[in-house]
């Protein structure tokens, strides 16, 4: 089994055969590969034959970049173009399947969550919350602080005359 090499590999290996036969087996009058007799002039033709066929290659994949690079911007402006386009047909034609569909835009409806997936996630959001333990404002308002030890290094908060009530509620709303 042959081993995996890039194109720049098989390149090199390709012209060191070549070099190497012209330079050592010109003379031969051939080369018993596998039991199979080549003369110089075959092998180097083989050899040339995959350079070709690698020089093919590179040329597509380059000619394929230069396409895409060309269609990139091309086709960003039909994308944009065609958001405005589906807009203005659905502001000129509403919701008519019929003519819609001629324009290839088809419309969606929204699926509504069964009886079974409602409950499924109030038990969820249920649970949620017991393991997140919020609370909600009227609880929050219940939990006091402490009394601090006059001892304590920081000095107990002043009160405000800011109106707010110990519910937490501001008057006057």
């Given at each position: 089994?042959?081993?995996?090499?890039?194109?720049?590999?098989?390149?090199?290996?390709?012209?060191?055969?070549?070099?190497?036969?012209?330079?050592?087996?010109?003379?031969?009058?051939?080369?018993?590969?596998?039991?199979?007799?080549?003369?110089?002039?075959?092998?180097?033709?083989?050899?040339?034959?995959?350079?070709?066929?690698?020089?093919?290659?590179?040329?597509?994949?380059?000619?394929?970049?230069?396409?895409?690079?060309?269609?990139?911007?091309?086709?960003?402006?039909?994308?944009?173009?065609?958001?405005?386009?589906?807009?203005?047909?659905?502001?000129?034609?509403?919701?008519?399947?019929?003519?819609?569909?001629?324009?290839?835009?088809?419309?969606?409806?929204?699926?509504?969550?069964?009886?079974?997936?409602?409950?499924?996630?109030?038990?969820?959001?249920?649970?949620?919350?017991?393991?997140?333990?919020?609370l909600g404002k009227?609880?929050?308002?219940?939990?006091?602080?402490?009394?601090v030890d006059a001892?304590?290094?920081?000095?107990?908060?002043?009160?405000?005359?800011?109106?707010?009530?110990?519910?937490?509620?501001?008057?006057?709303?």
């Amino acid at each position: 089994m042959a081993a995996s090499t890039n194109k720049r590999t098989q390149t090199a290996t390709d012209n060191a055969r070549i070099t190497g036969v012209q330079k050592h087996c010109m003379g031969q009058a051939s080369i018993l590969v596998e039991s199979v007799a080549y003369t110089p002039a075959q092998v180097i033709a083989i050899y040339q034959n995959d350079l070709d066929a690698l020089a093919v290659v590179t040329a597509a994949r380059l000619a394929l970049s230069e396409a895409l690079a060309k269609a990139k911007p091309i086709a960003l402006a039909r994308s944009t173009f065609d958001r405005g386009f589906k807009h203005a047909i659905l502001g000129a034609y509403g919701n008519s399947p019929g003519t819609l569909g001629d324009f290839g835009i088809v419309l969606t409806t929204p699926k509504t969550p069964s009886t079974a997936v409602k409950a499924t996630a109030v038990t969820q959001a249920k649970a949620t919350r017991k393991l997140r333990q919020t609370l909600g404002k009227n609880q929050k308002a219940k939990i006091k602080a402490p009394p601090v030890d006059a001892s304590s290094a920081l000095p107990p908060p002043a009160a405000s005359g800011s109106g707010n009530s110990p519910t937490g509620g501001a008057t006057g709303k």
